[in-house]
């Protein structure tokens, strides 16, 4: 029942940055772990990065840890994540998602069937 709704996509060359944010319409948003999820031509849905409900709690994939940074405003019913030093590979449709289960386990985030509500996503671009 809840809406995701992703921003901030778009072009941009190697080694530069994008920041996408998530915002849920959901009421008890603070109560959701969330993930982000990118899905590249030929490929299957691959997990990103996912943050517990209070933001104390990160996590990624290894081919993304220390360029991706996942955060979270609850104030603001919204996710974040700050892609830097991208690469061509980063190329993909990017999606959000929440999970109303709230718990931050690093094995159940990285899992897609263990999230509740997906996004439409949002395409990122990067070129050479």
């Known amino acids: 029942q809840v809406k995701l709704v992703e921003s901030g996509g778009g072009l941009v060359q190697s080694g530069g940055s994008l920041r996408l944010s998530c915002t849920a319409s959901?009421?008890?948003?603070?109560?959701?772990?969330m993930g982000w999820f990118r899905q590249g031509s030929g490929k299957e849905r691959e997990f990103v990065a996912a943050i517990g409900p209070s933001g104390g709690s990160t996590f990624y994939s290894d081919s993304v840890k220390d360029r991706f940074t996942i955060s979270r405003d609850n104030t603001k019913n919204t996710v974040f994540l700050q892609m830097d030093t991208l690469k061509p590979g980063d190329s993909a449709f990017y999606i959000c998602?929440?999970?109303?289960?709230?718990?931050?386990?690093?094995?159940?985030?990285?899992?897609?069937?263990?999230?509740?509500?997906w996004g439409q996503g949002i395409q990122v671009a990067v070129s050479c």
């Open positions: 959901a009421r008890t948003f603070s109560t959701h772990s």
């Open positions: 998602a929440g999970a109303e289960h709230g718990h931050a386990n690093s094995i159940w985030l990285k899992r897609p069937n263990m999230y509740d509500q």
